[in-house]
Every structure is written in structure tokens, then in C-alpha cells.
């Protein structure tokens, strides 16, 4: 009982300690008027379990330990993200701007599956890894995307439809292609 008391403590510990780098480095992102997407991903290479240094005596390996919680925590996030972008979402901005949107969208597909391509024949990966990466590459996040818009206060802006148009035909576009390819392994 007396454990996991601990564990439960070192838990909400992690979580505060996330919580609170986490504004401020939304904070300091604000203040030099950039997006808070930025500063959480510096926070996260910061803090994670994966980061390790020495200085003198001091040594430093993160401040989170556990991974399934900070995983639980990031999904759950990126679903309050989502759900955020759902809000400000509007199919009429997407069928007023589909047809260059969606030659966008093919271009960028197209472009960025050649680099993952290059990019896999210069690693020697077999054609079945090569697809993935390239699919992967290929890939954008209408969420960050839509985030930053947000944080930089241009949702209002005309040539934001075309961008949030190709953002999320290029994820249909990636999602088609991942699920080829899952099917061909």
C-alpha cells in the first residue's frame, strides 16, 4: 500500500512538473510571438527520458520517468486538440476551396514521397520500408497545423482555407496510401 502511495505521488509529481514547464514554455513562446506547438516539443526533448548530460557533478536524465503515463497524457491531448480544430472546422470552407486545395495536397503528397523515397534508397531500405517512409513524410497534421494558425491569430486570413483545405486532403491522401501499404505487408 505504502508503494504505491509512492508511485501515485511520484505520478502527480511528473504531471505538475509537466504541466507547469509546459505554460511556461508556452509562455515564452507567446512572448516571442510564436506558436505553443514549438515550445511544447522543446519542453518535451527537455524533460522526456530520453535526454542525458554532464555537467561536473551534475547529471541530468530527464525529469520523467514514466512513459506509459506521459503517452496516456500525450494521446489524450492530441484528442482535446482535435476536438478544438473540429471546432473551428467548417465544410463550406472545404468545398469552396477543394479544387485547389486539392491540387496542393497532390503536389505536396507527390514532392514529399519522392524526398521520403530518396531518402530510403540512400538508406538501402527493402521497396516495403521505403513506402511507409515515404507515406510517413508525406503525412501532415491538419491539428498543428490548425494550432498554429490559432496561436498566430490568422484563422480569419482568405488564404488560410486553402491551406486548411490541403492539410486535411493531404492526410486522406497519406491515410489511402498507409493503408495500401499495410495491406501489402
Known amino acids: 500500500d505504502r508503494a504505491m502511495e509512492s508511485e501515485s505521488s511520484?505520478?502527480?509529481?511528473?504531471?505538475?512538473?509537466?504541466?507547469?514547464?509546459?505554460?511556461i514554455g508556452a509562455a515564452i513562446a507567446y512572448r516571442f510571438k510564436q506558436s505553443a506547438i514549438l515550445a511544447?516539443?522543446?519542453?518535451?526533448?527537455?524533460i522526456g527520458p530520453f535526454i542525458y548530460f554532464k555537467v561536473g557533478d551534475f547529471e541530468y536524465d530527464g525529469?520523467?520517468?514514466?512513459?506509459?503515463?506521459?503517452?496516456?497524457?500525450?494521446?489524450?491531448?492530441?484528442?482535446?486538440?482535435?476536438?478544438?480544430?473540429g471546432l473551428e472546422f467548417s465544410m463550406e470552407?472545404?468545398?469552396?476551396?477543394?479544387?485547389?486545395?486539392?491540387?496542393l495536397s497532390l503536389i505536396d503528397v507527390g514532392i514529399n514521397l519522392f524526398v521520403g523515397f530518396l531518402l530510403a534508397f540512400?538508406?538501402?531500405?527493402?521497396?516495403?520500408?521505403?513506402?511507409?517512409?515515404a507515406a510517413i513524410i508525406a503525412?501532415?497534421?491538419?491539428?498543428?497545423?490548425?494550432k498554429t494558425l490559432m496561436d498566430l491569430?490568422?484563422?480569419?486570413?482568405?488564404?488560410?482555407?486553402?491551406?486548411?483545405?490541403?492539410?486535411?486532403?493531404?492526410?486522406?491522401?497519406s491515410m489511402i496510401i498507409l493503408t495500401v501499404v499495410g495491406g501489402l505487408v
Do not use: H, Q
Request: hydrophobic share 60%; charged share 15%.
Open 10 to 23: 511520484k505520478l502527480l509529481l511528473e504531471f505538475g512538473a509537466i504541466m507547469l514547464i509546459a505554460f
Open 40 to 46: 511544447y516539443i522543446i519542453v518535451g526533448i527537455l
Open 63 to 85: 525529469l520523467v520517468e514514466n512513459i506509459d503515463f506521459v503517452t496516456a497524457l500525450a494521446e489524450f491531448g492530441l484528442l482535446l486538440l482535435i476536438f478544438f480544430v
Open 93 to 103: 470552407k472545404i468545398r469552396r476551396v477543394k479544387g485547389p486545395a486539392a491540387i
Open 122 to 133: 540512400a538508406l538501402g531500405w527493402p521497396l516495403i520500408d521505403s513506402i511507409f517512409l
Open 139 to 146: 503525412m501532415s497534421c491538419s491539428a498543428v497545423a490548425m
Open 153 to 173: 491569430g490568422r484563422l480569419e486570413n482568405p488564404e488560410t482555407d486553402y491551406i486548411i483545405g490541403m492539410v486535411i486532403m493531404e492526410e486522406f491522401i
